[in-house]
T-cell receptor, first 113, second 114 residues
Framework: NAGVMQNPRHLVRRRGQEARLRCSPM?????VYWYRQLPEEGLKFMVY????????ESGMPKERFSAEFPKEGPSILRIQQVVRGDSAAYFC???????????FGEGSWLTVV | SQELEQSPQSLIVQEGKNLTINCTSS?????LYWYKQKYGEGLIFLMM?????EEKSHEKITAKLDEKKQQSSLHITASQPSHAGIYLC??????????????FGKGTRLSVIA
């Protein structure tokens, strides 16, 4: 049973470009969570999605960031017009039901140059 | 302010020594999770504690939950180089928190030296 799969693992973007991060949850998991990890700041919640629905996006920046989890295919975190401050590790996690243990992927490391 | 405080922030121990990492919440804990992260990698789930006084062990790692103190401790016995990494605690801070995401501490960086 494959774990949470994230790609790309590493991504370099120039300022102003778009970054798309993909996450395939564990088999049987329909709840996906995105977190961002910045040096010295720890792991910060961004958004929680269920298939085709955003449940909680209280941690998402108001501009340039969006997330989706379509009926078919992976969840996608999209960052438009990236800036240097967006450089971070972005982690996806999934669970089979709300309130269950969440399992993390290996992360996507975004570097904005 | 940080809802979950971990201490110490970093720790260097000699191989074979015991160590304890603490995670203290400013709010009531309804579930406490411990994860381990190796540098540049994802988080690996270690264990979950839900009830006050609950204690769980996996190999040489033991975690306890003190509900009254709103605190959890992670104890490693006879540390080995394989224990090195960042230990993060995550918590449910709302009752029936089905739709509430976990909040995490900043982590404790553990180094084990020979």
């Amino acid at each position: 049973n494959a774990g949470v799969m994230q790609n790309p693992r590493h991504l370099v973007r120039r300022r102003g470009q778009e970054a798309r991060l993909r996450c395939s949850p564990m088999k049987g998991h329909s709840h996906v969570y995105w977190y961002r990890q910045l040096p010295e700041e720890g792991l910060k919640f961004m958004v929680y999605l269920q298939k085709e629905n955003i449940i909680d996006e209280s941690g998402m920046p108001k501009e340039r960031f969006s997330a989706e989890f379509p009926k078919e295919g992976p969840s996608i975190l999209r960052i438009q017009q990236v800036v240097r401050g967006d450089s971070a590790a972005y982690f996806c996690a999934s669970s089979p039901l709300p309130g269950n243990t969440i399992y993390f992927g290996e992360g996507s490391w975004l570097t904005v140059v | 302010s940080q809802e979950l405080e971990q201490s110490p922030q970093s720790l260097i121990v000699q191989e074979g020594k015991n160590l304890t990492i603490n995670c203290t919440s400013s709010k009531t804990l309804y579930g406490l999770y411990w994860y381990k992260q190796k540098y540049g990698e994802g988080l690996i789930f270690l264990m979950m504690l839900q009830k006050g006084g609950e204690e769980k062990s996996h190999e040489k790692i033991t975690a306890k939950l003190d509900e009254k103190k709103q605190q959890s401790s992670l104890h490693i016995t006879a540390s080995q180089p394989s224990h090195a990494g960042i230990y993060l605690c995550g918590a449910d801070l709302m009752i029936n928190s089905g739709n509430t995401p976990l909040v995490f501490g900043k982590g404790t960086r553990l180094s084990v030296i020979a």
